[in-house]
């Protein structure tokens, strides 16, 4: 099957800084990559530069189209959705505003299928985003960026400072997109979370992959656990 996300050779910089250095990785439609690591080994930075956020050099591919060189906006109408760590909500906005502001077209069925996936969002559609829990301001970020129909998604730490309860959510809804045929590309701290939901999994290294593989493959692996991802 050919790849959703294709990249090869990519390099990023912040300022002066050279943090990812010839990454290639591979995304198909309907799988869930997971990019794990350290803190500070460029998997946050990987995303930004994918979205046309940083300097870069190198192939990104979606769907055959070549994105490196777009502007953000650019990059997202072309099916790339980005839910970043901070969340980024509205907070003095309700629910249901914050959805809107992701639409891509003025549809109300966009909507309907926004509360069909997050029950728990429609009941406090009306309410201020600030007023959430960390959670369910997750899930509406995670929510809004769905709303523009993208063909691939990139989710940066979504379960950090999450109560375990809403982390098995947010990892069910991960889930639940990959069943709908979206590529998933996922930055997960938490190991575990990431070996249960992932299909294939890449480990980062000094901005550079290190390991590539199944969980089952990495869970075979101590040596790999141990250099590159155990504190």
Aim: glycine share 10%.
């Amino acid at each position: 099957m050919n790849a959703l996300l294709e990249i090869r050779g990519l390099h990023a910089f912040y300022d002066q800084s050279h943090v990812l250095h010839g990454v290639d990785l591979e995304v198909r439609s309907g799988e869930i990559v997971s990019l794990l690591g350290r803190n500070g080994v460029g998997r946050s930075t990987m995303l930004k530069a994918i979205m046309g956020m940083l300097r870069s050099n190198g192939s990104v591919r979606l769907g055959g189209v070549e994105l490196a060189g777009m502007k953000t906006f650019q990059v997202a109408r072309q099916g790339m959705a980005y839910v970043p760590e901070e969340r980024a909500i509205f907070p003095t906005l309700t629910v249901q505003q914050n959805l809107l502001l992701g639409q891509k077209e003025s549809k109300p069925a966009a909507l309907d299928e926004a509360w069909s996936l997050m029950p728990r969002l429609a009941e406090r559609k009306h309410v201020a985003a600030g007023l959430l829990s960390g959670g369910e301001q997750q899930m509406l970020s995670l929510c809004r960026s769905l709303m523009g129909k993208p063909r691939l998604i990139m989710v940066d730490e979504p379960t950090e400072g999450l109560a375990s309860e809403m982390v098995r959510a947010v990892a069910k809804h991960l889930l639940a997109l990959r069943t709908q045929g979206l590529g998933v590309l996922l930055v997960e701290q938490k190991l575990s979370i990431a070996l249960d939901i992932s299909d294939r999994v890449l480990v980062m290294g000094h901005g550079r992959i290190v390991f590539a593989g199944t969980p089952a493959e990495l869970r075979a692996n101590p040596a790999v656990r141990q250099k590159w991802l155990e504190v």
